[in-house]
């Protein structure tokens, strides 16, 4: 159930917004969500969503690694591997609207450097999942996306390298 929950541009897990910049060595500053804004998300999130780097559109890979964790036996997947045309930008807001619309909520978010990260919480039947995602962004052709859900005793934890590898086929 928590691994459904979980965001990314590349394969449906949840990408980390910013709240607001900060000087590099300077501490983390979190944002509050806010309100919602016509985009259906809260102003804290288009904010963060502001602040992080204008990746370039164009032939994205995702090269997905996934390890389970129920006490303390883990099991760690082969990397799955997806190429496909994304706007990595637009595919965090779809997902973070997605999320809010399962009834999910920001708990928080903090921006500091190249890092941005959100928590958010997410009721089900029979309790909440804990979700905290990590975006570490170097440029705007390639991040890191580190996505770890907990319910009750189970952990997933997902790390989603993204590379921009070129334009676009025509579609011709």
Known sequence: MAAALALSAGRGLAAD???APTQPGAPPHTQAPGPPTALGLPRGAVMALQQMPAFQPGLWEFRRTVESAANTAATA???NTVRKCSDPIN????KMTEMIGKGCRITGMTHNGNRYRSNW???VE???VAVSNL???DTTTAYQDVNESRYGQKTRRSVIDATR????????
């Open 77 to 79: 997947a082969q990397p």
């Open 121 to 123: 919480s997410c009721m």
């Open 135 to 137: 975006i570490i962004a």
């Open 126 to 128: 029979d309790g909440a």
């Open 165 to 172: 590898v070129g334009d676009c086929p025509d579609n011709r």
């Open 17 to 19: 917004p910013p709240a």
């Open 91 to 94: 595919d965090i807001r779809k």
